[in-house]
């Protein structure tokens, strides 16, 4: 059945009413009749509404329905004040073609201003839908707000897991049957960068390619530490700025990023950055990995197999 949009007197309303309990007796006594202008809430609205919202059955007072206190101009409002036409089935339950299962949180809103929003990310977007269909703005502005904050809290989380890694610093000179041993367990990459171990001065451009090694490392580690073990190796190896790659028990390739210049009155170092080079070898190495290494990956954190972490022979 429809109700009509048009005003009715209160005797109408009686009328109507009284139609509605001569073809049901079942809790009838508790059914208004909604108005479909502004309406005259009877017993301070205390009667009841049955309400069928996509199978899902629910009562409220009349009051409830087309307060305004905690929303302006809600759907629900304009549906109970006679605004809009609304669909009432034999039994008396107005018809809601939508899904009951957040309806009675939106309910509990209406009554008292305030609502628990769920947990799960998934029914807070499906609570957000039924928000904007119910045209509940303080709702929608709340939904929103959670997803936003989960939102940024899952980029927090990312961005903690990729940095909680901690990577190996050699400081004292270590022998070179550790990195043999250790690659048999996991692909290693050893960077050896020393500044100071220059007997000549530097070409113009040799500070800004070695900290263009310095930041690939650093990037190549945050992307691969969990296949492959960086050490960063500042122990004054001879070399200014080194790359070796270590796989199955054995040294596979090294890079030296130094070269001599000859160009002037006196000798100069000069740092070179092979980038493509260096992601080459990398590339490489990640084919040593043992099935022991994609399993489990790499332990607590850190590029150093646990048990290597503490005792790195000299």
Not at 86 to 94: C, F, Q, R, W
Not at 98 to 105: I, P, Q, S, Y
Request: proline residues 3%; hydrophobic residues 30%.
């Amino acid at each position: 059945a429809v109700v009509s949009t048009q005003g009715t007197e209160s005797s109408g309303i009686n009328a109507e009413y009284g139609q509605i309990n001569s073809s049901s007796s079942r809790h009838m006594s508790e059914i208004p009749v909604v108005e479909t202008s502004p309406v005259r809430l009877d017993n301070g609205g205390k009667k009841y509404v049955r309400i069928n919202v996509g199978g899902t059955l629910f009562q409220a007072t009349l009051q409830t329905l087309v307060s305004s206190r905690p929303t302006q101009d809600s759907m629900l409002q304009r549906m109970f004040s006679g605004t809009v036409d609304i669909l009432v089935d034999s039994d008396g339950y107005v018809l809601i073609d939508r899904d009951g299962k957040h309806f009675g949180t939106i309910l509990n809103y209406l009554r008292d201003g305030t609502i628990r929003l769920p947990t799960n990310k998934q029914e807070l977007h499906e609570l957000l839908k039924e928000a904007q269909f119910y045209l509940l703005e303080d709702v929608m502005r709340q939904c929103q707000a959670a997803i936003e904050k989960d939102n940024l809290d899952n980029t927090d989380a990312i961005l903690h897991d990729s940095f909680k890694f901690t990577i190996p610093v050699l400081t004292r000179a270590t022998h070179e049957k550790f990195f043999l041993q250790l690659s048999k367990k996991i692909p290693v990459i050893r960077f050896a960068y020393n500044r100071g171990n220059n007997k000549y001065s530097y070409t113009e451009k040799s500070d800004n390619t070695l900290l263009c090694n310095i930041e690939l490392f650093d990037k190549l580690s945050s992307q691969h530490h969990h296949r492959l073990c960086f050490i960063r190796d500042l122990s004054g190896r001879n070399e200014i700025c080194c790359w070796t790659f270590y796989g199955d028990g054995r040294m596979l390739s090294e890079i030296s990023c130094t070269s001599i210049m000859y160009a002037t009155e006196r000798k100069q170092t000069k740092i070179e950055f092979p980038e493509a080079k260096i992601l080459e070898e990398t590339l490489n190495c990640t084919l040593y990995q043992t099935s022991e290494t994609q399993d489990s990956s790499v332990e607590g954190g850190s590029a150093f197999p646990k048990h290597y972490e503490d005792n790195a022979p000299m």
